[in-house]
């Protein structure tokens, strides 16, 4: 069982930058590809970006190439969203979800994850 939490979400003016946390529990933590999603108002959950178990390969939506970046510290159970030159279509709840797949891969199927965070709003005004 791992059990996520978001952090870091907030209002910010276009252009700025974020940056998501997420913190898991358990000591399984390392054994879990992670990524994060996003939902806006009446739209369905999006891919954002993911991280392999290992923390050596990653993936990005074309919407967020360039301008977001996922990172992993296994030693103390986070992984974090860096989120620059943000524009007010970014604007949504951003869930964090741990997948029990090869240590290698990537995973940008949300059904494939496992476990979900309870989400963090982030708000772009414009």
């Known amino acids: 069982q791992v059990q996520l939490v978001e952090s870091g979400g907030g209002l910010v003016q276009a252009g700025g930058s974020l940056r998501l946390s997420c913190a898991a529990s358990g000591r399984t933590f390392g054994t879990y590809a992670m990524g994060w999603f996003r939902q806006a108002p009446g739209k369905e959950r999006d891919f954002v970006a993911a991280?392999?178990?290992?923390?050596?390969?990653?993936y990005y939506a074309d919407s967020v190439k360039g301008r977001f970046a996922i990172s992993r510290d296994s030693a103390k159970n986070t992984v974090h969203l860096q989120m620059n030159s943000l524009k007010p279509e970014d604007t949504a709840v951003y869930y964090c979800?741990?997948?029990?797949?090869?240590?290698?891969?990537?995973?940008?199927?949300?059904?494939?994850?496992?476990?979900w965070g309870q989400g963090t709003q982030v708000a772009v005004s414009s």
């Open positions: 991280i392999s178990a290992s923390g050596g390969n990653t």
């Open positions: 979800a741990a997948a029990r797949v090869p240590y290698y891969s990537v995973v940008s199927n949300a059904e494939l994850y496992d476990y």
